[in-house]
């Protein structure tokens, strides 16, 4: 997925519920892949110098204690997740920057980076984290949004499913939700819209020429991948309009559902309203959101 892959799969800790999800998610998918993974919490800089209560200490020194009993905990629960005969390589880090700058920074030299919904603080208010928006739509590599009602293995048998759209970013979700799909032995659901927004019906509209076309897409793009991978069972889906809304309504019976970020619906720098940014937001499995 990258040249480089220095940090394996990145686990983002911040000692918040979805952290610890994703701390699981990203384990799991390291043991699958036989990859190292990489705990890493980020420490952004405060400018007050007053000593912590009770603890005389100065503010950068409780950060810093406080990044390591984060990372000492996202260690037990990593753990406790793999156990310890024949788990990944474990390295742990902790960044001093800005949260998403330094994660970012990352990025560019890890397989994937595995994050929770919303972390702790007031940022954990919106339905999508301002970390995880930003991953989603700057990442240099492939990113995992894990909700805290996320329960990752419980059903192995549940489909992968993919979002198409005929964009760049959709090429890239479609390799790495092919290769999903057959580490985990399940069937592939790709679903393709051949409309962004609500269609209303329309008085001599030929219904059957769009869904054709439909058909046409979803089976260009799918054929070369279903030859590379032909143990993979695929379930193709036209809809005609809310691709976002279909993919979340997928994601109930699913254990990943993989996108493309910037699609045709979406430009470089919009941070809102894009279907990864919507199906992040809502799905009720693990998304991963794969860049052109």
């Given at each position: 997925?990258?040249?480089?892959?220095?940090?394996?799969?990145?686990?983002?800790?911040?000692?918040?519920?979805?952290?610890?999800?994703?701390?699981?998610w990203a384990a799991d998918e390291a043991v699958m892949r036989k990859v190292p993974i990489t705990l890493m919490h980020v420490i952004t800089p405060m400018t007050t110098s007053w000593p912590i209560p009770q603890l005389e200490l100065s503010t950068a020194e409780w950060q810093k204690a406080n990044a390591q009993h984060l990372i000492e905990k996202a260690q037990k629960t990593l753990l406790a997740s793999i156990g310890k005969a024949d788990g990944p390589t474990i390295h742990t880090e902790i960044k001093t920057s800005e949260v998403v700058t330094g994660l970012l920074d990352a990025s560019t030299q890890a397989l994937m980076v595995v994050v929770g919904s919303r972390g702790l603080g007031a940022a954990s208010r919106a339905l999508l984290g301002s970390v995880s928006s930003g991953l989603v739509h700057h990442s240099h590599c492939p990113v995992v949004v894990a909700h805290a009602g996320d329960t990752p293995g419980n059903d192995q048998l549940s489909p992968v499913v993919l979002g198409i759209d005929g964009s760049p970013a959709s090429e890239a979700a479609t390799a790495l939700a092919f290769d999903e799909a057959a580490r985990r032995r399940?069937?592939?659901?790709?679903?393709?819209?051949?409309?962004?927004?609500?269609?209303?019906?329309?008085?001599?509209?030929?219904?059957?020429?769009?869904?054709?076309?439909?058909?046409?897409?979803?089976?260009?793009r799918l054929a070369g991948w279903s030859g590379q991978y032909p143990d993979v069972r695929v379930q193709r889906k036209i809809v005609c309009d809310r691709p976002a809304q279909w993919l979340v309504?997928?994601?109930?019976?699913?254990?990943?559902?993989?996108?493309?970020?910037?699609?045709?619906?979406g430009f470089p720098g919009r941070l809102l309203g894009s279907v990864s940014s919507a199906v992040a937001q809502a799905a009720k499995a693990p998304v991963m959101v794969v860049r052109g």
């Amino acid at each position: 997925m990258v040249k480089s892959a220095k940090y394996g799969i990145i686990a983002a800790v911040d000692g918040s519920a979805e952290s610890e999800i994703a701390t699981r998610w990203a384990a799991d998918e390291a043991v699958m892949r036989k990859v190292p993974i990489t705990l890493m919490h980020v420490i952004t800089p405060m400018t007050t110098s007053w000593p912590i209560p009770q603890l005389e200490l100065s503010t950068a020194e409780w950060q810093k204690a406080n990044a390591q009993h984060l990372i000492e905990k996202a260690q037990k629960t990593l753990l406790a997740s793999i156990g310890k005969a024949d788990g990944p390589t474990i390295h742990t880090e902790i960044k001093t920057s800005e949260v998403v700058t330094g994660l970012l920074d990352a990025s560019t030299q890890a397989l994937m980076v595995v994050v929770g919904s919303r972390g702790l603080g007031a940022a954990s208010r919106a339905l999508l984290g301002s970390v995880s928006s930003g991953l989603v739509h700057h990442s240099h590599c492939p990113v995992v949004v894990a909700h805290a009602g996320d329960t990752p293995g419980n059903d192995q048998l549940s489909p992968v499913v993919l979002g198409i759209d005929g964009s760049p970013a959709s090429e890239a979700a479609t390799a790495l939700a092919f290769d999903e799909a057959a580490r985990r032995r399940v069937d592939l659901i790709a679903l393709h819209a051949w409309s962004d927004v609500g269609v209303f019906p329309i008085l001599g509209m030929d219904w059957r020429e769009y869904e054709d076309q439909g058909h046409e897409v979803l089976g260009e793009r799918l054929a070369g991948w279903s030859g590379q991978y032909p143990d993979v069972r695929v379930q193709r889906k036209i809809v005609c309009d809310r691709p976002a809304q279909w993919l979340v309504d997928e994601s109930h019976q699913a254990q990943l559902v993989v996108v493309g970020s910037h699609g045709r619906g979406g430009f470089p720098g919009r941070l809102l309203g894009s279907v990864s940014s919507a199906v992040a937001q809502a799905a009720k499995a693990p998304v991963m959101v794969v860049r052109g």
